[in-house]
């Protein structure tokens, strides 16, 4: 059964930094896609940078390009995205997914094409 356990969410003052992981167990996709969503309250979730398996494409929202990077150590079986010049509309549960239909899902970053969810990370960023 594939699993998805985020860390390294917590409290941080604007303008600071926060690194999330993302440990994955029982994947067995040889082309696949992953990513970083995540949700405000009374917000929808939102893709906000996702990487390909098959070329290491990765993709940014206009909101977060610049500031953050998506990166994976697959030999830690583990996906990070560095967030660094935070700022107060960055606060959110973030959740890391992943699916196996194909690698190409990077492009788009949209939560209805991914399948597997971890139970997500709460940022909070104070201004």
């Known amino acids: 059964e594939m699993q998805l356990v985020e860390s390294g969410g917590g409290l941080v003052q604007a303008g600071g930094s926060l690194r999330l992981s993302c440990k994955v167990s029982?994947?067995?996709?040889?082309?696949?896609?992953m990513g970083w969503f995540r949700q405000a309250p009374g917000k929808e979730r939102e893709g906000i940078s996702c990487?390909?398996?098959?070329?290491?494409?990765?993709y940014y929202a206009d909101s977060v390009k610049g500031r953050f990077t998506i990166s994976s150590d697959n030999a830690k079986n583990t996906m990070y995205l560095q967030m660094n010049s935070l700022k107060p509309e960055d606060t959110a549960v973030y959740y890391c997914a992943a699916t196996g239909y194909s690698s190409s899902y990077y492009s788009q970053c949209a939560p209805y094409s991914y399948d597997y969810w971890g139970q997500g990370t709460q940022v909070t960023v104070s201004s």
């Open positions: 029982g994947f067995t996709f040889d082309d696949y896609a």
């Open positions: 990487l390909s398996s098959s070329d290491g494409g990765t």
